[in-house]
Structures are given as structure tokens and as C-alpha cells.
């Protein structure tokens, strides 16, 4: 089936054009400035390696997803002969909230359903919203179904998932923990157990570490923690967000430096993590391995190794604490930007876990980066197998796209 795969951004739309009979994609693009002077879509077409980026005014989603139709349908750009080759659409929705724990075929009740997420993702939620619409209006009778990134993380217990507040913040105003990245973990499990055989029984941490960073423990192929929380400003230690903190801190950097709560959750949403703390010096990890490998000559080095290192101490926390609630490890894996690219990373976390078992080939792990492929980390005489595997969300928005659109189990 050839899905069309969108994930809606409030000014920003991508598409990928995925056969999931061969699982290949054979156009792809994005549409930026939506809504804003000097609108562009960037697409390619990966069959014939071509790519073209063009200045088109697009005021709204619809205008966007028009855009994307056309390219697609391109003689010399495209992909597809005729629109009734594209058999269904598959969004990417970032939150669900309580409502969605599986993906989901798009009707009026559905739609209704989801602009009830917008308190908890209300920026990316109105973008979706718009995505959505912008299909129905080029393409009214094409099913359209979606796959959530909270999905995953609904099987947690209510011991993980509640916070120690009052009761009534989560009756009433839904305040637990969702998690994110849902949709990674997901492929990734299910690489992960495919490797290991079996689904049942197994206990595998995954670590989605990128420019958002995200772990969960998942057992039985089902997550039963996860490190984000109410929103994905929890966890470990990001590119430009802080992670966990005492919650303490908030109202009293609220009061010392007089901020509004816009101006503090800016502080530990884009100005924290990496970035924070190397005082502004970058974001991107690849920029902090440069100033660590020049060593302590470079201006950066000090901050950039305390970044990294306190990123290494908080994933083996992780890794610990998750290997504790399911009483084993049988898998670590390392997924997205940094768990993909960074190996110097992967081997500092890695580093001193005998007692867990875990200990990886160093000179496997060094050559493991900028790969497509699936790669064993793990030394031969280790107890717990250590991957990396390169995550793949769209082929599994795709892969559930179809699933739905053809009535079979997801
Ligand atoms: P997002 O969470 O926005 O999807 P990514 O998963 O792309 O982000 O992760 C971005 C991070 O991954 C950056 O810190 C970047 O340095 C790192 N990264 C991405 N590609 C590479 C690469 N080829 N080599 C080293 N680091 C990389």
C-alpha cells in the first residue's frame, strides 16, 4: 500500500511517500514558513535522486498539502501517476492525552476527540488539527489515520504514570505522566524483540537520545515506564531543555529573577539542557564531542565534557533504576541523533556495568555511526545485548496506516 505519511508542525509540514509492501520511500519532503513571508517546500525524489526547493506562498496547511499533491504528481519530481495511487494518509500526533492508546481511524468523533489535546500539546496539537484539514480538503475520501506518540506509553501502571500530587489534579485536569517519542520506542521494541526471538519474557531499556531525549523500560514488549512526563520537558538532560529538576526551583527562580511562567518555561524548555549549561556555547552534541576532542585547550572543553557527562550519569540512572523495575535486563537500545551518531556517548554509558551485565565492543561501537543498519554493540561475553538501531517512525506510522486501512491487528 502507498501511504502518505505527514507530520503537521505549526509552520512546518513533512511528508514521505512510503510503499509499505517494500517499506521504501520514494519521495519526501517539507513545506516551511507555512503562514509567513517566504514560504518553501523542499522535495525529493529518492528513485531518481532529484531534489528541488521552490519559494511558493502557502498561507495554511491546505495550501501546503496542495503543494505536496502537486509535487508528488510532478512528471520529472514525482512519484505517482494519478492521486488514487495514494491509498491512505498517516499523521503524526504528538500528544493523545488520556483518550488514544492505539492508533486510530480519523471520523468526526475522532477529530473531536483530539481537540481535546489541545491543553496538553496546544502548539503542535492546532498543527495536526490543521495537517488534518488540510488533507480533508485536497483529498476528502482518503483515509486518514493516526498514530500517536503517547500511544506507546499507555500500558503504564498507575504507579508510574501518577505524580504524588493531589488527586484531584489528575481527576480533574488529567496531570499524570504520557511520555513521548511513543512511536520510536515502538519501532525500536519491535526490532529489538525480533532479534531476541520472542516478545514474552523479555526486558529491554530503550534510549531515544536526541535533540529530545527520551527512555523507557518496556517488558513483555509493553512499556511500563518511560522518562517523560506530562510533557517532554522530563527526563534527561536535552539540547536545549533542562530534564528533571527539584521542582522547588521553579517558583524560585520565579522569584529571584522575576520571571512570568512564559519566561521560565522558555528558560528550561530553550534554554537549558546542552545548551544551559555550556552558557550558551551550542545545542548540538556534535559541536560539544569537537570541543571535548580538542581537549582542555579549547575555550568549550570544561562545560561540554561536564554536558556530556552529566547526559552519561542520568541514562545509567536510568538504565539501573529501569533494570531494577523489571527485575532483568535482557537488551539496551541506543536510538535517534546522538544513540545513532554519538559513539563516544554510548561508550561512556556503557562504561563500569559489569554488574549488569552490559559491556559493549569498543571498536564496534567506535565505527557505529552515519549507519542505516541494524549494529551489535555488545562484547561477545556480554550478559545483555547492546543495539544500535537506527529508529524509523514514519515506516511505522505507515506500517499502522496500513494495518488500519486494512482491518488487521496492529
Ligand atoms: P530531534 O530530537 O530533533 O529529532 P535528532 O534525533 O535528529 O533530533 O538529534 C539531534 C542530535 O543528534 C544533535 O545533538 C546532533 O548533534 C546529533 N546528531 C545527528 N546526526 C549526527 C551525526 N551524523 N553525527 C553526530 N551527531 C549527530
Redesign the pocket.
Known sequence: MKVLVVNAGSSSLKYQMIDTKTETVSAKGICERIGIEGSLIEHKQLEKGLKIKEEKPMKNHADAMALVVEKLLDSEYGCITSMDEIEAVGHRIVHGGPYFSKSIRLDDQVLQTLRRCHDFAPLHTGAHIQGIEGCLAVMPQKPQVLVFDTAFHQTMAPEAFMYALPYELYEKYAVRRYGAHGTSHRFVTAEMTKILGRVEGTKIVTCHI???SSISAVKDGKVIDTSMGFTPLAGVEM?TRCGDIDPAIVPYMMEKLNLSTKEVGDLMNKKSGFLGVTSGYS????DLEAAISAGPSDPHYERAALAVNMLKHQIKKYIGGYAALMNGLDAVVFT???GE??PHLREIVCEDMDFFGIKIDKEVNAKA??QDNIIKLSAADSRVAVYLIPTNEELMIARDTEAIVTCKSL
Do not use: E
Open positions: 536526541g535533540n529530545g539540547g545545542s548540538d552534541s556534535r535517534a541523533g546522538i551518531n554519538n555511526w552515519r
